[in-house]
């Protein structure tokens, strides 16, 4: 098991509405945090879209919304590149969200122990 120190990190790029490849990255999340392993989210660019009120826009809106749940339930934040979206259709479930520099972001690799990006 990775230590807290060196927690395994998620980054997501992919666009939910377009693409299935950012629900899969949240699964795969959400089994590693499973397997009580400390995991970092970050989102980028249109894979803040995870986080949407409105699901039914989304691939995969229905399992999107589930993943969050759990994740937001065991206390997993979602780290999300600049400023948060300020549309009130956002995060409305008050996810919790640490907005990070790209700088943030790059010093994150050195301390983690596996990685993914989609």
Do not use: Y
């Not at 899969?24 to 499973?34: Q, S």
């Not at 894979?47 to 749940?69: M, N, P, Q, S």
């Not at 009130?88 to 919790?96: I, R, V, Y």
Request: no cysteine.
């Amino acid at each position: 098991m990775a230590s807290p120190s060196q927690p395994t990190l998620v980054l997501i790029s992919e666009d939910p509405r377009v693409s299935h490849r950012a629900n899969e990255a949240m699964r795969i999340a959400l089994g590693i945090v499973a397997g009580e392993n400390e995991v970092r989210i970050v989102l980028t660019g249109p894979a803040v879209h995870l986080l949407d009120d409105e699901t039914d826009d989304l691939v995969d809106g229905d399992d999107i919304a589930k993943f969050r749940a759990a994740l937001r339930k065991l206390g997993v934040p979602f780290h999300i590149e600049g400023a948060p979206p300020a549309s009130p259709d956002w995060n409305g479930d008050g996810h919790p969200v640490i907005p990070v520099t790209g700088a943030e972001i790059a010093a994150m690799l050195p301390r983690a122990t596996r990685f993914l990006a989609f």
